[in-house]
């Protein structure tokens, strides 16, 4: 029964491929975000959608695509991976307003 | 625009001595604060949040908050350490009516036994 829920946990893969990490949210949270957490442990937004409308879209690469099929998944899909990009990857959804955000476990992700 | 400093990457305290890890933000409205504990490939949990009213807040595992608004502060103490306490705390503010959650560096505590 966990919250939010990322797959995979763990992600390797090569330079130039395209690959997805999923998040899936129970909570029946509005908000949900992308954030990226490099190797020095820094948390950066990348993007949110509330009720699958895209709110937030800090400045990424476009090779980075989020998708909201509907309000509990949030995905993100990269393209033409760069060894820049490794780093993890975190999920997490908000109720509307002022609440706290529920993060997932996190995906790492490891371009060689 | 919103941000947060966290002043400090590390804090080293002994066990059953009060711990403190520092915070303050910069908002353009009203502040919502958080604070966050993340141990060693695990994800953020939350610990607790100071919205409005007083202005010291309680949280889980025994932390509490202090909101000082002439000092833009939201300090993180606990007044007895636990070795168990050793991790890398987030503090966070979201401006009011504002979605974006911003985040901290980061302070790694170490609780020495």
């Known amino acids: 029964d966990t919250a939010v829920s990322q797959t995979p946990k763990y992600l390797v893969t090569q330079m130039g491929n395209d690959k997805s990490i999923k998040c899936e949210q129970n909570?029946?949270?509005?908000?949900m975000y992308w954030y990226k957490q490099d190797s020095k442990k820094f948390l950066k937004i990348m993007f949110s959608?509330?009720?699958?409308?895209?709110?937030i879209n800090e400045t990424v690469p476009n090779r980075f695509s989020p998708k909201s099929p509907d309000k509990a998944h949030l995905n993100l899909h990269i393209n033409s991976l760069e060894l820049g990009d490794s780093a993890v990857y975190f999920c997490?959804?908000?109720?509307?307003?002022?609440?706290?955000?529920?993060f997932g476990q996190g995906t790492r992700l490891t371009v060689v | 625009a919103q941000s947060v400093a966290q002043p400090e990457d590390q804090v080293n305290v002994a066990e059953g001595n009060p711990l403190t890890v520092k915070c303050t933000y910069s908002?353009?409205?009203?502040?919502?604060l958080f604070w966050y504990v993340q141990y060693p490939n695990r994800g953020l949990q939350f610990l607790l949040k100071?919205?409005?009213?007083?202005?010291l807040v309680k949280g889980s595992y025994g932390f509490e908050a202090e909101f000082n608004k002439s000092q833009t502060s939201f300090h993180l103490k606990k007044p007895s350490a636990l070795v168990s306490d050793s991790a890398l705390y987030f503090c966070?503010?979201?401006?009011?009516?504002?979605?974006?959650?911003?985040f901290g560096a980061g302070t790694t505590v170490t609780v020495r036994a």
């Open positions: 997490a959804s908000s109720p509307r307003g002022t609440h706290e955000a529920f």
């Open positions: 909570l029946g949270h509005d908000t």
């Open positions: 959608y509330n009720n699958k409308e895209l709110i």
């Open positions: 908002v353009s409205g009203n502040p919502y």
């Open positions: 100071y919205i409005t009213g007083d202005n």
């Open positions: 966070a503010v979201r401006d009011i009516g504002d979605y974006k959650l911003s």
